[in-house]
Structures are given as C-alpha cells and as structure tokens.
C-alpha cells in the first residue's frame, strides 16, 4: 500500500505544523504537503494530488470557505476532509454537512486527538476507494415481513457519547421480544466501555471475548454453542456482554464481530447491535450485517451537529439511507436549541423525538428497560409508537394502549423459531 498523502489547507502554517510533528507516529507515515493560499488549492490538488486526506483550517469555516469544501468534495467525493476549527465555525451546520467533512477538530487539538483523527481519516479515504461497506451490505428485505431467513440485525449508532445508545438498545430488544414472543440478543460492540450489562444490572460470567477464544474455527461450532457465553435478563433478553479487560477489547478485530453477528443472527431473532460513539472499523462491520441503523443524537449543538458529519461518511460509505432511522434523544424545549430548527436540517426525518425523562433514570436504577418499569411513561409511550412499526400489522394492534397479547405461541406460528419461552 503506497504512503497516503495529507494536504493541510490553511492560511496559518500551524496547523501543519503540528500534523507534519505527529506524521512520525503513523503507520504507515503519511507525506504531509502545505497549501497556505486558499485561492491555488485547486491547482495544488491537481499538480500534486491525489491526496488522501485534506486537513482544512479555521481559515475555511466561513461560509465561504465551506462552499469551496462543498465543491472540493463534489469534484473529489475520495478525499476525506477534516475540518479544524478554532471559533464555532460563521456557518451553518447545513454548511458542515455540505462540504462533506468526516471529522471535526476543536482547535487547539492535542497530538493524540490528532493522531486519532488523522488515522481515521486515513482509514476512510481508504474504504471510500473501494467501498466494501456497500459490496456486502445486505439487501434489505422490507421490515416487517419477519418469518423466515436468519433473524434481524439493528445497530444502534451514534457520533457523540451519552447519547442513550444503551438506553435505546435495551428497550428496543426488550420491546421486540415482548410483542413478538420471538428472541433478541444485545450484543455489547462498545468494546472498551460498554454498559450493556451495568444497565440491566446483570453480572456475566462470559464476554464476546470468551466466545472468540474458543477453539475451533468453524462458524457451525460457533453458532452452536454461542449462547453458553449469554446472560438472560428477566424480561427474557439475552446478552452477549463486552470484554471485562480493555486489552481484551484491543484483540477483537472486524472480522470477529461479523463472526460473532452471524452466529447470533442465526440463533437468534433480534440482534441488537450497542456500539461505542464513533465510526470504527468495528461498527462498520456490524453496519455491514445490518437491516436497520440507529443513529442517535441528543438536543446540543455538538451532538446534533456531528450527528450530520456522521450521516454524510456513512453516505460517501455508500450505506444506503433506507435503512437508516434517526433518533433525537433529551429533546428538552428550554436548552436554547429548537427541536424544529434541527429536525429541519435532517430532511430524512427524525423516527421519533425522545424527551428527557426522570423514569429512565429510575429505570436504570432498577436494571429495567424504561419500556417495562414504566410503560405507561410518556418516553416509553413514544418509544412503542415508533417501534411498533417494525412489527407486523397484526402485532401492532394494542401498543400503544399497553394491551398486549401475552399467549404465548400464539404469534410463534407465523415464524420460522418456536418462541424461546414454550
Ligand atoms: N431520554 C432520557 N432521559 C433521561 N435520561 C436518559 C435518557 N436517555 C438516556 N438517558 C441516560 O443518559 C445516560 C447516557 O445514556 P446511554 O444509553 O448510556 O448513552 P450511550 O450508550 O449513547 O453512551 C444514561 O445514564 C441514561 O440512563
Ligand atoms: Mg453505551
């Protein structure tokens, strides 16, 4: 693989500066190249391109400059762009968005965030040369028709931390497996951190990385005893939870998720997908397995806005956008941010609206799903609404008014598992 190639664009040379000093901590060293006239980067990207990455300083957060952006990426949608900004930027997030930036950087910037960023930014250029994102994304087989085929996969998604992530998973599977009486596994991908099993209050005695350990290599074998390495939770959600050990979590690459998807995919009917805030190579591999992506934001400026710097990668990724459902989470009315003027920028539309709640607090106090300590709540109202949608019409039938049908085996029938609990 040739050395990839950064052009830092900015008026100022300090910014380069500061990426030719980490240059030597990449793998491999990236050639860093300097255009400190805005007006001749055209011509520098055609006499010493093509680069990989275009690191553009706060010299381009004008409206201006981000309109320079936007045509840039037009003419060169490979390239990946990273914005550093020093100020907010004097533009629009619709601005952000448009000039198709992958990253966002608060300068100052210290030399790890930078690194981590440059890496990153390296990893994608590299994905959007040959996207594989799109070479196995599945076909995605219109939701609800559920029975048959292995069971479905959702990634909950965000680009922020805290944005309720595990929240949304926790209540998601637990809804699933309520009205349909069919299975659902949580698989904790938010390797270093992950929370799945703090919030429901379960103690695992296996992790994913137990599961990765065994033995054999063969994907049967696998799937067959994957669910020695689960733990129930009483609502009847099953668990497979994150590494106990951070340097367990550094030894699980891409290909051991989407080993780990597929065998559960094939236990289970539901697998949802909790994953870390960022766009990693091992959220991509779950992404790739994926019938429905989540991707979550909450009710601040940041949020909102990386959320679009998410949703743009994820469309030069070539992730088809039908299958992706966005999630405002905390929508409070007083945080001197408007819920509309948000959900405008975002014309694909919000699947639902969740307000902050003090019963998800209390919920997770309990090691409960929001949606089962308090499904009369207004949050676990909302929450049903949306979610019933991927239930077939005949399950949507009493939802919303709490009315569930509990006989169970009774919807078992219309799928290809026997429910888990007869
Ligand atoms: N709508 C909400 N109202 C109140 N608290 C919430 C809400 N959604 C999430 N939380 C709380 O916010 C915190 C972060 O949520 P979490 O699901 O852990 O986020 P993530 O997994 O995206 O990092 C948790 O303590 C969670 O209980
Ligand atoms: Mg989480």
Redesign the pocket.
């Known amino acids: 693989m040739r050395n990839p190639k950064i052009l830092v664009l900015d008026r100022n040379t300090a910014l380069a500066e500061q990426v030719q000093g980490i240059a030597d901590e990449l793998r491999p060293r990236p050639e860093v190249s300097v255009c400190e006239r805005v007006g001749s980067v055209g011509d520098v990207l055609t006499d010493e391109g093509p680069f990989d990455v275009l690191i553009a300083g706060p010299s381009l957060g004008t409206r201006a400059g981000l309109a320079r952006l936007q045509i840039i990426h037009d003419e060169l949608p490979g390239m990946a762009i990273v914005l550093a900004f020093s100020r907010r930027p004097d533009a629009s997030l619709r601005d952000i968005v448009r000039s198709g930036s992958i990253d966002l950087l608060q300068l100052p910037v210290d030399d790890g965030e930078l690194v981590e960023s440059v890496e990153r930014a390296v990893e994608l250029a590299r994905k959007l040369e040959k996207p594989v994102a799109t070479a196995q994304a599945p076909a995605a087989a219109p939701l609800p028709a559920m029975a048959g085929g292995p069971g479905r996969v959702f990634t909950i998604s965000s680009a922020t931390?805290?944005?309720?992530?595990?929240?949304y998973?926790t209540n998601l599977a637990y809804f699933l497996s309520r009205h349909t009486q069919l299975r659902a596994c949580i698989v904790?991908l938010?390797l270093q951190?992950?929370?799945?099993s703090t919030?429901l209050r379960l103690r695992p005695r296996y992790t994913i990385f137990d599961a990765l350990q065994r033995e054999d290599t063969d994907e049967a074998d696998l799937q067959a005893h994957i669910e020695e390495y689960l733990v129930t939770h009483e609502t009847g959600i099953h668990v497979l939870a994150a590494p106990k050990e951070p340097s367990e979590a550094d030894r699980i690459n891409p290909p051991d998720v989407t080993r780990i998807v597929e065998a559960l995919r094939n236990r289970f009917d539901f697998v949802i997908v909790?994953?870390?805030?960022a766009l990693t190579e091992i959220v991509l591999a779950a992404f790739d397995l994926s019938d429905l992506l989540y991707v979550m934001a909450t009710l601040d400026l940041p949020s909102v806005r990386n959320m679009g710097v998410f949703l743009s990668t994820l469309e030069r990724l070539r992730i088809p956008t039908e299958n992706i459902r966005l999630v405002l989470n905390k929508a409070e009315s007083d945080v001197g941010i408007d819920i509309d003027q948000v959900t405008k920028l975002f014309p694909q539309g919000f699947e639902s609206v969740l307000p902050y709640a003090k019963e998800v607090s209390r919920s997770i106090n309990l090691g409960m799903p929001v949606m089962a300590a308090s499904p009369n709540a207004q949050i676990s109202k909302r929450m049903a609404a949306a979610m019933s949608t991927l239930l077939p019409e005949e399950l949507r039938v009493g939802v919303d008014d709490g009315a569930i049908d509990d006989r169970p085996g009774l919807f078992g029938r219309l799928f290809r598992r026997a429910p888990a609990a007869t």
Not at 161 to 167: A, D, E, L, S
Not at 193 to 196: L, N, P, R, T
């Open positions: 931390g805290g944005c309720g992530k595990t929240f998973a904790d938010d951190f992950g929370e799945v919030a909790d994953t870390p805030p």
